[in-house]
């Protein structure tokens, strides 16, 4: 049948080309650099010697992470499409990035370093735990930078975040790799073929980040109110309560106003 007979399937295709394509470039090209380099910063030398212990990795960072985009989506700033464009990106530039530095080990045998293992000292659940506090705090400061930047602050947002993400790092190193990013994870475990609880990393930097994201939005942001919370799990219009809380404005005036201008929009539109 020819695609003008599916317009369910004609208004995804749609839907995924209205995505800006270089942000999705971006997030495959960024997840290629920051897998690539943490694992390079994590590998020994090719004499074999030890790698530079955590504060290597823990310098090599970056927030291009499905933990982060899931939080995004779970604060309603970011659609479902859109976030799944985005996580497929940043996992398929995962694995190009892991696999680029396989290619280029003169040992084969240093991607075992790669890969986040559970250390046998440590249950599964103990290692989930260590990656859902490690990632929390890293996506609250994310959130936090953000909120910053929406009012406009000169404040170094971006190493508040390199920061946050070396503390985890040096908080979890030893208890459970402190991956925070399922791309980073499993990009060296298609590599190597290695998945014992491998789903550790993506329970626990998914429910970190998620409860990071989801504390500062609702609790902590400027914006941040009660209505804000049941408008998100309703999925009513975040918008309108986050701008009646930050103008001081009656609800339904604010909801008249927007009304109003969407109104205005599609005239102009017309």
């Known amino acids: 049948m020819g695609a003008s007979q599916h317009p369910t399937n004609q208004f995804i295709l749609d839907s995924i080309c209205q995505i800006e394509g ?4 971006e997030e495959l090209l960024g997840t290629l650099v920051l897998v690539s380099t943490v694992l ?40 479902v499409l859109r976030a799944l464009v985005y ?57 936090s930078v953000e909120d910053q930047r929406r009012r406009e602050c000169t404040e ?18 030893r208890f ?30 998914v429910v ?3 409860l990071g994201g989801m504390s500062h939005e609702f609790f902590f942001a400027r914006s941040a109110s009660r209505q804000k919370l049941v408008a998100c799990l309703t999925c009513k219009d975040i918008e309108i309560v986050e701008t009646t809380s930050m103008t001081g404005s009656s609800l339904s005036t604010v909801t008249q106003n927007a009304m109003r201008a969407k109104h205005t929009n599609k005239q102009e539109n017309n």
């Open 22 to 25: 270089p942000w999705c470039l």
């Open 40 to 79: 390079g910063a994590s590998a020994p030398g090719p004499a074999g010697e030890a790698p530079g212990g955590p504060l290597y990795p823990a310098v090599a960072v970056g927030v291009v992470n499905p933990a982060v985009t899931l939080a995004l989506l779970a604060t309603r700033k970011v659609d």
């Open 87 to 143: 996580i497929a990106a940043q996992c398929l530039g995962a694995s190009l990035g892991a696999g680029a530095l396989y290619l280029a080990l003169p040992l084969k045998t240093s991607a075992d370093h790669f890969v986040n293992k559970v250390p046998i000292e440590l249950n599964a659940a103990q290692a989930v735990g260590i990656e859902v506090l490690c990632t929390f705090q890293m996506v609250f400061t994310v959130f």
């Open 156 to 173: 170094p947002g971006n190493l508040a975040i390199g920061l946050a993400h070396t503390a985890g790092v040096l908080i979890g190193a």
């Open 176 to 205: 459970s790799g402190a991956s925070m990013n399922p791309a980073r994870s499993l990009g060296p475990a298609i590599i190597t073929g290695f998945w014992e609880n491998h789903w550790v990393y993506w329970i626990g930097p």
């Open 208 to 210: 970190g980040a998620v």
